[in-house]
């Protein structure tokens, strides 16, 4: 079946986007230039009405595409039809997220299976009922890079929320111990990637848990704080790791 492509309204600026994409939701200033700081890489233009920042990065003998997306569900299903009308084929979302069990701690990496869908982005896509789940293969390769790297990992589900600065341990206590953690863009991500036919999976850091007991853990802090750092370079390696080896993922 052919690429479902995007609205023509939204006369999307054409850029040069490689197969293989990291996909950046948040972090800017923190994450984005910590990024770039790793490794070759070109800017590109993507016009004037966007706050999107695309980069093609040089690793090795191989190029990937970095988008960042801005935060949230709209803005990560937009980077997902610029995608998608582009050219690329595989995306792994890239970033951080908070735990919601006590074993997830901080600096710990989470490899979701999939999400539950307590965001609005993914109706416009399916129906409620259409599971928020990870590409299989790309899920898999992303497991197997970190066994192979020896990097710990959680896999299970997350809970997706639009609405952060509101919900609290309430949505999580109903799930209680059915997800890891919380985000904004996972399950908008895995429907919008599913319906365009984008192979999609993710790999997070955790910034930070309301459920453990050391009152600093609970809050949203950064690449300052060195568990943070320490995750946040491990989870990036095994994305880059996979995007760069394509021969490895059997489709």
Do not use: W
Not at 65 to 93: F, H, P, W
Not at 216 to 241: T, W
């Amino acid at each position: 079946m052919g690429r479902i492509r995007s609205s023509e309204h939204t006369n999307a600026f054409p850029f040069s986007c490689q197969e293989s994409v990291l996909l950046l939701p948040f972090g800017r200033r923190s994450f984005l230039p910590a990024i770039l700081a790793r490794y070759d890489h070109v800017a590109l233009d993507v016009g004037q009405n966007t706050d999107r920042e695309v980069y093609n990065l040089r690793i090795g003998d191989q190029s990937i595409t970095l988008i960042y997306a801005g935060m949230g569900d709209v803005c990560t299903a937009n980077a997902l039809e610029k995608i998608n009308s582009n050219g690329g084929q595989r995306v792994i979302l890239f970033g951080a997220c908070g735990g919601t069990v006590p074993q997830v701690r901080v600096g710990d990496i989470i490899i979701p299976a999939g999400a539950v869908r307590g965001e609005g982005t993914s109706r416009y896509y399916q129906p409620i009922e259409f599971p928020a789940t990870m590409d299989v293969t790309l899920t898999h390769a992303l497991m197997t890079a970190a066994h192979r790297q020896q990097i710990p990992f959680h896999h299970g589900y997350v809970f997706t929320t639009d609405a952060s600065n509101r919900q609290g341990a309430e949505i999580y206590q109903q799930y209680d111990q059915l997800v890891v953690a919380a985000d904004c863009e996972c399950a908008s991500a895995a429907v919008v990637a599913s319906t365009l036919r984008l192979a999609l999976s993710a790999i997070f850091f955790i910034t930070d848990n309301i459920t453990l007991d050391n009152p600093d853990d609970r809050k949203r802090r950064g690449l300052d704080i060195p568990l943070i750092n320490q995750g946040f370079n491990a989870a990036l390696d095994v994305a880059v790791n996979v995007l760069c080896c394509r021969h490895e993922i059997n489709y």
